[in-house]
């Protein structure tokens, strides 16, 4: 098949993956050689952060296949297309210009990003639309290394303006249909339903889909937390588990980890986005562990909405060491200053995280996806592989 689009790929091109050998600067990063205490939200670590990623790590970070399970596709559109965008469909835009709008890009919490985000989502209308801006995360993905990617999107964004759940999901899935053929990166749907509408909303919205069946791997929960806890929507979440979807929910972004064990408890998910909170429950952390929930977290997002005012004493490092499957994503990364990698790296230079602890991150990245057993295996023999292929 071929791309209609109108819009220019990206151009980042695919790092070498011939280059070998990671110089070790005599610390050992793997963590159990880390003495970390966790109290709180502060992780003391006897590694001195790095001041930026090393070249070579960086090389490493973009060589290895990995997938992505968070980041939502409307939180992909590149400045200059949200202009190409607006122009195609008329739609007028507060920003005068591309400086004007990266100016915008600074936020005081979630609501302050979300309220920027909906402007953004107005700029897609048609069907081609959400083909394009599909096909333009998936190429930039496969140029990190992201294999297999579950992509959310929230089609309440679009609806009140007439765009029909057919268009949208139409779009999406042509372009996963080309990545496929074409990248060989593979990708899934997840429609997010938003927490800030009544459940019988998102009720009719299952409805809508419910032709699309085929093509919506699983269901999550999006949009502002406070005061929108899991337990609203329980009754959407059994119809979904009756009809076959794989369950997760953000939770634990901005609200406490009560949210995150409502989440399990309530709505039965099988998965977390974000869980950044967590760590006020140090019991249930053991219980993300002992039950194998995963947690999908967003370093530069929590970063750029002020949840995290400090990276280097992110928790990721203690639930990595814990051993709760987290992985690594972007959230929404046009708005939040980078795509995958750039969250990778963060963690690198900030944490100090070293091989052994990307490769377990996106190990994780594959066992906790809601892929088939069969790709997560190829997934994970693919981590092998590139372990080998590095170390030799
Ligand atoms: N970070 C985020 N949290 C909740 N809902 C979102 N929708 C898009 N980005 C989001
Ligand atoms: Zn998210």
Redesign the pocket.
Known sequence: MMTNSVFPGPTAPLASRTARGIQEDGTDHALDAVSRTFTGSTVSKSLTPRSEPDFMLAEFITAMPKAELHV?LE?TIEVADMFRYAQRNAVNLPWGTEDELRAAYTYKN?GDF?AL?WQGCRVLTTREDFYDLTLAYLQRAHAQGVVYAEMSYAPQNFLPRGITVDHQIGGISDAIAYAREDLGTDAEILVIVQRHRSEAEGLELLDLIRPHRDSVLGISL??PETNNPPAKFARLYARARDEGYRLTA?AG?EAPATYIAEAINKCKVERIDHGYTAFQDPLLVTRLVDEGIPLTMCPL?NQRLQISDDLSTYPLAHYLQAGVSVSVNS??PSYFGGYVNENFEALVTHLGIGKAELLQLVRNSFTGSFASSSQIGAGLAAVDKFEQFWNN
């Open positions: 939502h939180g979630l979300l985000f999006g949009g953000h972004e997002s959230d929404d």
